[in-house]
T-cell receptor, first 114, second 116 residues
Framework: AQSVTQLGSHVSVSEGALVLLRCNYS??????LFWYVQYPNQGLQLLLK??????LVKGINGFEAEFKKSETSFHLTKPSAHMSDAAEYFC????????????FGTGTRLTIIP | ETGVTQSPTHLIKTRGQQVTLRCSSQ?????VSWYQQALGQGPQFIFQ???????GRGNFPPRFSGLQFPNYSSELNVNALELDDSALYLC???????????????FGQGTRLTVV
């Protein structure tokens, strides 16, 4: 079975400050990990993904995440927050062939303080 | 290249009724998955269709059923609606099972279903 835990349902940061959203996963097989963003009344947009290879993954809008197997973590960071980053962020895990469903965390609502 | 489109965007139904939600997958995608997102929660996997066959199902009762058509579009049907079925229903399409690629889903905007 696979699962993800997002630490902190709400995170507030000042504009220009570092954004750090935490995600820990549990998986019995090598995981595929994703971060999605959801703006109000919209669907999910893929920010970045980790499949294999380089453990530091760069995504859209200046976000990046690092896969740390020893810590079973996949935290999302952005050096400098913008007002437009305010949204709900979901970490998700999937398996490989035959287990393609996404298992999501409960989400972290990011608020940017002007 | 068109994205994933869902219809309708909003829907209000009465408890006990039946509802059909529709999804057109992104061009070239042969796999469609459906997710239920209750208010304040992460999406929950309902089921997936790959080349018109069900390819995995989450922990949802049989009154949740689906179809995938030869053009890879899909329907989600829910019978005997309950108040707890009120949620955002998300459709996601992808290129299908690929060894070593994992699963990259492209989501539609969702259908907001309200059961009263």
């Amino acid at each position: 079975a696979q699962s993800v835990t997002q630490l902190g349902s709400h995170v507030s940061v000042s504009e220009g400050a570092l954004v750090l959203l935490r995600c820990n996963y549990s998986s019995s097989v090598p995981p595929y990990l994703f971060w999605y963003v959801q703006y109000p009344n919209q669907g999910l947009q893929l920010l970045l993904k980790y499949t294999t290879g380089a453990t530091l993954v760069k995504g859209i809008n200046g976000f990046e995440a690092e896969f740390k197997k020893s810590e079973t973590s996949f935290h999302l960071t952005k050096p400098s927050a913008h007002m437009s980053d305010a949204a709900e962020y979901f970490c998700a895990v999937s398996g490989d062939f035959g287990n393609e469903k996404l298992t999501f965390g409960t989400g972290t609502r990011l608020t940017i303080i002007p | 290249e068109t994205g994933v489109t869902q219809s309708p965007t909003h829907l209000i139904k009465t408890r006990g009724q039946q509802v059909t939600l529709r999804c057109s997958s992104q061009s070239g995608h042969n796999t469609v998955s459906w997710y239920q997102q209750a208010l304040g929660q992460g999406p929950q996997f309902i089921f997936q269709y790959y080349r018109e066959e069900e390819n995995g199902r989450g922990n949802f009762p049989p009154r949740f059923s689906g179809l995938q058509f030869p053009n890879y579009s899909s329907e989600l049907n829910v019978n005997a609606l309950e108040l707890d079925d009120s949620a955002l229903y998300l459709c996601a399409s992808s290129y299908g099972p690929e060894v070593g690629r994992g699963y990259e889903a492209f989501f539609g905007q969702g259908t907001r279903l309200t059961v009263v």
